[in-house]
Each structure stands twice: as C-alpha cells, then as structure tokens.
C-alpha cells in the first residue's frame, strides 16, 4: 500500500452489542447466494431485466458519512439494479481487557442503521440487493487472525450471527486491518484462527452470505488442516482501489471472485472502465465499489456498466 486509510471515530453507544470505532477503506494506488453461485445477475426490477448477464456489483458504503440507502437509487437502463450487494461499512472487532475476549462493537452511525432496519435496510432488500455488515479491526489487539483456540474464534463467530439474524441482515464480510495485533498483551496471528473463525460462521449461517476483504494476515492464513477458508466463504474481492489483482483464494471459482477494485470517489472514471473491461474479459464475476456518496454518480457508475454489462447505462432515482 503507498496510501493511507482516514480513521474515523465516534462516541460510543450501549446497545445490544455495544459500540465502538470504526475506520475508513483504502485509497487508490432473488435467491440465496450459494458457494458456487453464478454470476448471472438477479432481476427483481423489470421483465426486460431478465437475462442480463454480467459481474455482480458489490459496493460499500462509510455509514459516517454517507446513506446506505444510496446503493438502491442506481439502475441499469434495462431497469435492474446496478448493485446485488451492499455493504455496511463497518462495525469492529474490539478487545475486552477485562475478559480478554473480542467483542462486536457497532459505532453511533452503525447502530442506527442496524436498530433502524426496516428504514435502511429492508428498503434495499425489497429491490433484491443483498446487506452485509463488514467487520473491522480497532487498534486494540483483537482480530481475525488471533483467536488461541477454537472455541473463542466460536464464541466471536456467534456473536456476529446474532447480529446478522437480530437485524435481519444477508451475511458477514471479514477485513482484516486495524486489528493491530500484539496490544493489550493479544497475540500475533496464527494459522488456525480464521479457518477455525469462518467454518464456525459457515455452521451459524449456513445459508448467508459470507466475504473476504483479501488484506491483512487473513490473506495469507487460508488454510489449516486441510480446511481452507474458500470452501467457508461466498466471495473474495480485491481490497486496492484502482487495480486489478485477482485474490489467492483457493476454492473459489472465477464467478466469486472480484479482481477489480475502484474507489468511486478517487478512482478516474477511464481507470474504472478499463477494469471493468478487464473483468469481463477475464470472465470474473464480482466489480468491487468503494465509498458511495450521497450525491448522483451515475455518469461516473456508467462508464463501468457500460462496459460490464454490454453497453447499459446507468440510471438514477433520488
């Protein structure tokens, strides 16, 4: 990485699972999803939708700053929506020093959409796009990578599947930065702890869809046992925005793969569209957006679909 991430925090809010910090992403340098699902895109808006073919668009979205609800304002011209799936950017894994156990900790911004599901959530979810809630280091030592033994990667794994099914969200996505391993006397990572974490996520939540931000120590711990985290996980996508890198997941096939990454916001819009060539060529089926704003981007996100999914443009309904 030759950029830096922005941290944002916020004061903390007891809720059901508490809250904390969360950070900011990298700069620039229907039905359930199954394991090996195609990435034939879904139609719930239109009869002239059915059959279009392409990468599914996964977007995150800074809940500090910018409105959830913006990943469902944006269409194809053929009437289906741009993004299959958005991302609830972030909730943290945090370290009790007390119990010296990880915790789910939610932000302010955070909560509220979550306590607020049926206004920001289910909103998109009736237009067929799917809501994860990505999950993110904090600074305290707690992370994917350190868990000491199964059952507390089990116990962490149970608390991020009572949050997927108390606010009825459509899975987890994992990104391992921030987590800085070693403070609060924590542990550096190991090769157990993320498959023993993912495969006890898997059982929580067997038909939900579960991510791989591929960065951090995670990325290079896939496998342990002869169990491997892309036999666990749904998708893997690139995490450097404006670049095409296809992550080393074994496991997953092309379609859950997403080696194209832009930063809407940072990314040039000629950049954007040769990766977006670049992915269908290559046959992937994920486009990876980052930092979806509150203003219209549709000339912008057009320069991308026009080239991902045969020339449609895209549309915008405020």
């Not at 392409?54 to 913006?70: F, L, M, S, T, W």
Request: net charge positive; hydrophobic share 35%; glycine share 8%.
């Amino acid at each position: 990485m030759t950029t830096t991430k922005l941290l944002n925090t916020t004061m903390a809010l007891a809720l059901f699972l508490t809250v904390s910090i969360s950070g900011c992403k990298k700069k620039d340098i229907t039905q359930e999803d199954s394991l090996t699902g195609p990435s034939k895109k879904e139609s719930t808006a239109s009869a002239s939708a059915i059959g279009v073919t392409g990468p599914k668009g996964v977007c995150y979205v800074e809940v500090n700053n910018a409105d959830i609800r913006n990943v469902g304002k944006y269409k194809l011209s053929s009437g289906q929506q741009l993004f299959d799936i958005a991302i609830i950017f972030a909730a943290n894994i945090n370290y009790n020093t007390s119990t010296q156990k990880a915790e789910l900790f939610f932000n302010t911004n955070v909560s509220n959409v979550l306590t607020n599901k049926t206004t920001y959530i289910k909103p998109l979810q009736d237009k067929g796009i799917k809501v994860l809630l990505s999950i993110l280091g904090n600074h305290q030592g707690a992370g994917f990578c350190n868990f000491t033994s199964q059952a507390s990667a089990q116990a962490f794994a149970q608390q991020l599947a009572n949050a997927v099914n108390t606010y009825g969200l459509d899975g987890i996505d994992f990104d391992d930065e921030y987590a800085e391993y070693g403070n609060n006397g924590t542990g550096q990572p190991n090769s157990s702890s993320f498959v023993y974490l993912v495969t006890a996520l898997r059982q929580l939540l067997p038909n939900k869809i579960i991510s791989f931000y591929f960065y951090g120590p995670a990325a290079s711990r896939l496998s342990y046992n002869g169990v491997t985290v892309g036999s666990k996980v749904n998708y893997s996508w690139n995490a450097i925005y404006g670049s095409y890198s296809v992550p080393n997941v074994p496991g997953l096939a092309k379609a859950n793969l997403g080696p194209a990454a832009v930063d809407i916001q940072a990314t040039s819009s000629s950049t954007a569209a040769s990766l977006a060539t670049q992915t269908v060529n290559n046959g992937y089926g994920i486009y990876l957006y980052y930092n979806l704003p509150n203003s219209d981007v549709h000339t912008y996100l057009s320069s991308i679909s026009s080239n991902l999914y045969g020339g449609k443009n895209t549309t915008y309904t405020p």
